[in-house]
């Protein structure tokens, strides 16, 4: 048998209603022509699940695990597969969408984020997932489990952000990058500092802001303060007085703060709308030639990418707190109430076989 994490429906309105968590008892899936059979060890949260128990996600699905990120084990693979030298008994990490190849600009056709989706029915969320050989990734051999799942979705996400969207991902830039201590933002974080940029950051915390620090950001600010754009520029080094980009997931004034301390032709990449879901353009932003660039997620040929960046980089993805089990509900609401107040610094993680039963050297 194998168990899932879905959705369970009640009657409610999208932002009023919470959708509670089931855990279900499935058949045992068997991989099919050119798939492979994942022994799930770990998947992660986002803070798109939490917005879907809200039904404030578009195509969500009370059938189809939860969760996009995770990290296994291929157990076995299908017929006419091409790689299953390569992957059987191997650890491996799960595409977190589908739908977009290799085209810079955007998804050649229809695009989906993985679990909990109507789209499709890949989740982490459960003991067996059956995929596509090509949708999985051999997990970096340096990180741990948990590690390993926490990467996927918020390490492609932001590496679009910044390497493919800003346009100023080279040694040197000044980045600036909000809201730290999300997934995406700590990713973006790290990306940058190995890239050379110097990267300041902002935070309602200043815990946050000092494991910023501690990360690599030159310094940071806090947003509740209203002259944190003043504050921001007198951190910003003399020879260059500036932000060369802004990667940014909370809109609401970013555009107004911004276009005061970007250079002309500077570029705010805009990965998602936290705080609501418009922000206002300004004539100064115009005056100034400043561009928005909006980005979400990534093409397969990004996630390749990124995954390849952080194995030469020794990268370890941030993982905030770990839940024990994927029967152990009150742990896992433990990680959404996490997401709900904000309290996270990195990724939450639901360990599905314990790190000690998961050789991480496989």
Request: charge should be neutral; aromatic fraction near 6%; hydrophobic fraction near 40%.
């Amino acid at each position: 048998m194998s168990r899932s994490l879905t959705l369970k429906k009640i009657d409610g309105k999208p932002g009023q209603v919470y959708y509670p968590l089931q855990l279900n008892q499935n058949p045992k899936p068997v991989p099919g022509p050119g798939e492979v059979l994942v022994r799930m060890h770990a998947a992660a949260l986002n803070h798109r699940d939490h917005f879907q128990r809200q039904h404030l996600y578009p195509g969500i699905s009370f059938e189809h695990p939860l969760l996009a990120d995770g990290c296994g084990v291929v157990e076995s693979a299908g017929p006419e597969t091409k790689k299953s030298s390569l992957l059987v008994g191997k650890r491996v990490i799960i595409t977190p969408s589908r739908g977009w190849d290799s085209a810079p600009e955007g998804p050649e056709g229809a695009f989906t984020t993985t679990g909990g989706a109507a789209a499709t029915d890949c989740g982490t969320a459960q003991d067996y997932l059956v995929v596509p050989e090509d949708e999985v990734e051999l997990a970096p051999e340096h990180l741990t489990t948990a590690e390993a799942a926490a990467l996927p979705l918020v390490g492609l996400t932001g590496w679009r952000a910044l390497v493919t969207k800003s346009g100023n991902a080279t040694a040197g830039s000044n980045i600036l990058v909000t809201g730290i201590g999300g997934g995406v933002a700590l990713q973006v974080l790290q990306f940058a500092v190995a890239l050379g940029c110097n990267v300041y950051v902002t935070s309602g915390s200043a815990a946050k802001i000092e494991r910023a620090k501690e990360l690599g950001a030159k310094g940071g600010v806090s947003y509740r303060d209203a002259d944190w754009d003043r504050q921001l520029k007198k951190l910003l080094p003399a020879d260059r007085p500036h932000l060369d980009a802004v990667v940014d997931g909370t809109g609401g004034d970013i555009v107004a703060r911004a276009a005061r301390i970007l250079k002309s032709g500077g570029v705010i990449s805009s990965y998602g709308m936290t705080i609501g879901p418009k922000m206002d353009w300004l004539m100064l932003a115009v005056l100034k030639n400043i561009e928005l660039r909006g980005s979400t997620m990534g093409s397969r040929r990004e996630f390749a990418d990124m995954v390849a960046f952080v194995r030469e980089h020794r990268i370890r993805p941030v993982v905030s707190r770990v839940a024990k089990g994927l029967d152990n509900m009150a742990e896992i609401e433990a990680l959404f109430k996490d997401i709900r107040e904000g309290a996270q610094f990195g990724k939450l993680v639901i360990e599905i076989v314990p790190e000690e039963k998961s050789d991480s050297k496989l």
